[in-house]
């Protein structure tokens, strides 16, 4: 199972009338490895995240997952097909508890059997399911915590909680550590490198000290395009890379 492509982009293409926010752009994502997208705002990094997902269709290119064309399918068939995403921005549900949340997530990928006895079972599942991805996120102690009055950092957690809880083999991750203190980074940074052996992350990134230590690969994005893509050496060294972004 190891050393596996789970996820393949080929060439694809995001048109927004004459603005191509995504050129052409080809990623493999492997189980095991971190593969992190850079660049500067408005890069179509997100864009590519939404691709991927299937919450935008690519105006053309294929996507595979798994080795299935999953090019065109909507975002319900890409999750139940085993990609879990987060979002820049939450999507939390406040008043509920932190377990309710995890709980509500692990609910949407549950099928609706028709006996009694196969629904005990499918309850009995996706409360392990919730609860794995609670521990994994590292979250168990703030179990009944209310969504709303945890920290940040937290925040960010759960959300990845509620991906984990869909058992997801891929990960995309918009920005993980976006608005976080040092502390809280370094705890996501942990979390990720945990996630990491058990499947294929792709990795948003603007904090480049995160990305560095996280990354087995890296894909540069400037307007669209691929600008570099290569090891984290590579793209440190690259002349290119340093002028239009890494320099700023
Ligand atoms: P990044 O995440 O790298 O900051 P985005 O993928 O959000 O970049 O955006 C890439 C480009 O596509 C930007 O110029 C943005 O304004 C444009 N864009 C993104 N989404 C849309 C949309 N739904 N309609 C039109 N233009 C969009
Ligand atoms: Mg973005």
Redesign the pocket.
Known sequence: MADEVLLAARNVTKR?GG?A?VNDVSVDLWRGRIHAVI?P???????LTNLLSGDLPPTTGSIELAGVDVTGRNPERISRAGLGRSYQKTNIFLPFTVWENVRLAAQSRAQHPASVLRRATAFTETNERAARALDLAGLAARRDAIAGTISHGEQRQLEIAMTLATAPHVLLLDEPLAGMGTAEAERMVGLLQRLKAEHAILLVEHDMDAVFALADRLTVMVNGQVIATGTPDAIRADAGVQAAYLGE
């Not at 705002?41 to 864009?47: R, V």
Request: no cysteine.
């Open positions: 927004f603005l926010a660049g705002n408005g890069a179509g990094k997100s864009t």
